[in-house]
T-cell receptor, first 109, second 115 residues
Framework: GDSVTQMEGPVTLSEEAFLTINCTYTATGYPSLFWYVQYPGEGLQLLLKATKADDKGSNKGFEATYRKETTSFHLEKGSVQVSDSAVYFCAQHTGKLIFGQGTTLQVKP | KAGVTQTPRYLIKTRGQQVTLSCSPISGHRSVSWYQQTPGQGLQFLFEYFSETQRNKGNFPGRFSGRQFSNSRSEMNVSTLELGDSALYLC??????????????FGPGTRLTVT
């Protein structure tokens, strides 16, 4: 069935380090792909999205490119801040949202 | 524009009881989806409503049910609560149910604890 797999966390980085969180998906069709972020005690916030192959989603310095050939949608940011500490979820939409297991990011000053 | 609101935010219930959670979508949004979030199972889709009709359903027992009203507000009900139902229940709304209108916006969730 359709699924999303994310790299295991937690990921611990120093401020201003480069971030990559890997995400791959399996789908029978051509899903839209999303990254959501969840801060402690809050719901999910849409971070960015891509709706077709080779689309690049970007927001707040985060980027992810829809790679159909590798079925991937890796999240990247060039310079993380302490305020980026949160749980990040990759998801695909195929009639409903299917989420990865989430990756916890901790950024230390 | 106000975001998705969920009430109550926290709830403590006893095994065997039933519970009703409420969700008010963003104004103009007609689709409401519900998700259960637990440490062990992660985020799992419960069901989706669009224009008062259930459009999609996840793999949960019949104890979990929902409905949507004509103003797009939605409720979900869990009957005969079990300890394993303890979770954060998230509601999300979107303009529509099909591309490109299905971008979902989430509420803060209802934290249900079953004792």
């Amino acid at each position: 069935g359709d699924s999303v797999t994310q790299m295991e966390g937690p990921v611990t980085l120093s401020e201003e380090a480069f971030l990559t969180i890997n995400c791959t998906y399996t789908a029978t069709g051509y899903p839209s792909l999303f990254w959501y972020v969840q801060y402690p005690g809050e719901g999910l916030q849409l971070l960015l999205k891509a709706t077709k192959a080779d689309d690049k989603g970007s927001n707040k310095g985060f980027e992810a490119t829809y790679r159909k050939e590798t079925t991937s949608f890796h999240l990247e940011k060039g310079s993380v801040q302490v305020s980026d500490s949160a749980v990040y979820f990759c998801a695909q939409h195929t009639g409903k949202l299917i989420f990865g297991q989430g990756t916890t990011l901790q950024v230390k000053p | 524009k106000a975001g998705v609101t969920q009430t109550p935010r926290y709830l403590i219930k006893t095994r065997g009881q039933q519970v009703t959670l409420s969700c008010s979508p963003i104004s103009g949004h007609r689709s409401v989806s519900w998700y259960q979030q637990t440490p062990g199972q992660g985020l799992q889709f419960l069901f989706e409503y669009f224009s008062e009709t259930q459009r999609n359903k996840g793999n949960f027992p019949g104890r979990f049910s929902g409905r949507q009203f004509s103003n797009s507000r939605s409720e979900m009900n869990v009957s005969t609560l079990e300890l394993g139902d303890s979770a954060l229940y998230l509601c999300a709304s979107s303009l529509g149910a099909l591309a490109p209108t299905y971008e979902q916006y989430f509420g803060p969730g209802t934290r249900l604890t079953v004792t």
